[in-house]
């Protein structure tokens, strides 16, 4: 493991051991979790509302405040947790997660509800600021983005299976039971991670990366960490509206928006796999190219929406690009943080959270507006972007020699 991450390796990749794999995958559900409880709420809107009494845009601001709690503790609580050994930390912020849960599924009022949410989303920020790493420590040298989108899949899945599964079982058994249902899987997951999930080693931080604000100082990791939110915002400003877009603007019916949200996440996985194949090698390349496809599928759908092939087209791409987007980010985050990992982790998850909630805001402030001007609102923030995400790669470079 003393290899430096992402390094080129020449001859046969080694495999990593049995348990590291069955570790690997006990992160990727872990993932599939986390993000299908987070995103849980959005399906059952209504029925939540009607049991509680509240209205469905009450309901709804728990997932923003979700992503704003996520986004204003990850740092703070990932940095307080440093020193805990790795398998210990999972186990406890895995338990939190399950707990809030429950709690979720018990509440008796709206504000309960909310506590359960914001319990969950304190850890939340801690769990995917120790996961990459995770997954990068249990790879072998050389396959740390292939294992970084292992569990990625988890996220992959959680929108394609995890939130529809959810939704329907919400219908069927009542919203209580759908978040009692995550809740049993999360305390499975659990268990299996204290069977199953391997320690690993946790890196001293040398002093120009200590303290809260030391990852921040490593060269080209503010720039990463900006173009983080600046791209995620640029993508939930449309993402979060997609479903009036399509409707209204491409005119798409009920059955045939469900089918391409379906095609989306179903891309997930592909973008997602070529994310992970290729990433170990030309890590901030294949970032600059998903970066061009992500815009470049905005502009086909801002351009074509009313053209069904090609809206089509554009929200297949649209999903490759987005899902490739957290591995790649969270690749190169890695090593530009390598003397820090998590500490540089969790400003990349606090900066894509607080992308989240910005977007949904600001798709929202425009849904006034005609809502296909939404894909040309959303590239605005990927111009920077790209140029931070460019000249990242630089600022890490050591200077030549005089």
Request: with cysteine.
């Amino acid at each position: 493991m003393n290899a430096p991450p992402f390094a080129e390796q020449a001859g046969p990749l080694p495999q990593p051991p049995p348990r590291h794999r069955s570790g690997l995958l006990v992160l990727a559900t872990t993932t599939f979790v986390v993000v299908t409880t987070e995103l849980l709420p959005v399906g059952l809107l209504t029925p939540i509302g009607d049991d509680l009494g509240v209205t469905d845009s009450r309901v709804g601001l728990l997932v923003t405040v979700y992503a704003f709690t996520v986004g204003l503790t990850a740092a703070p609580l990932t940095h307080a947790t440093a020193g805990w050994p790795r398998r210990r930390l999972h186990l406890t912020v895995s338990a939190v997660f399950s707990l809030g849960t429950v709690l979720c599924a018990t509440a008796p009022n709206y504000p309960v509800l909310a506590i359960g949410r914001f319990l969950c989303g304190t850890v939340h920020g801690v769990f995917w600021s120790i996961v990459a790493g995770y997954a990068a420590a249990l790879a072998p040298p050389g396959r740390q983005a292939r294992a970084t989108a292992v569990v990625f899949a988890g996220n992959s899945a959680a929108l394609v299976l995890g939130v529809p599964l959810g939704t329907v079982l919400g219908g069927a058994v009542g919203w209580r039971g759908a978040f009692c249902a995550t809740a049993a899987l999360g305390l499975g997951t659990l268990a299996a991670a204290r069977r199953f999930l391997p320690d690993v080693p946790h890196r001293r931080v040398p002093p120009r990366a200590s303290g809260l604000g030391g990852a921040l100082r490593l060269p080209g990791l503010r720039g990463m960490v900006a173009a983080t939110a600046l791209l995620v915002l640029g993508h939930f400003t449309v993402y979060t509206y997609v479903t009036p877009l399509l409707r209204d603007a491409a005119a798409f019916g009920t059955a045939a928006t469900s089918a391409l949200l379906a095609l989306y996440g179903l891309a997930g996985f592909l973008g997602t796999w070529l994310s992970g194949a290729l990433g170990d090698r030309r890590p901030h390349t294949v970032l600059l190219s998903t970066i061009a496809l992500l815009a470049g599928s905005l502009v086909l759908l801002g351009a074509g929406i009313r053209l069904r092939p090609l809206a089509v087209a554009a929200v297949a791409l649209w999903g490759i690009a987005f899902a490739a987007l957290p591995v790649t980010l969270q690749s190169n985050v890695l090593r530009l943080g390598a003397d820090a990992p998590d500490a540089a982790s969790s400003w990349y998850v606090s900066a894509f959270n607080l992308g989240i909630g910005a977007g949904a805001l600001t798709g929202g402030l425009l849904s006034n507006s005609p809502v296909s001007t939404l894909p040309w609102a959303a590239l605005i923030p990927m111009a920077p972007a790209l140029l931070l995400a460019h000249t990242s790669r630089a600022a890490s470079r050591p200077p030549p020699p005089r």
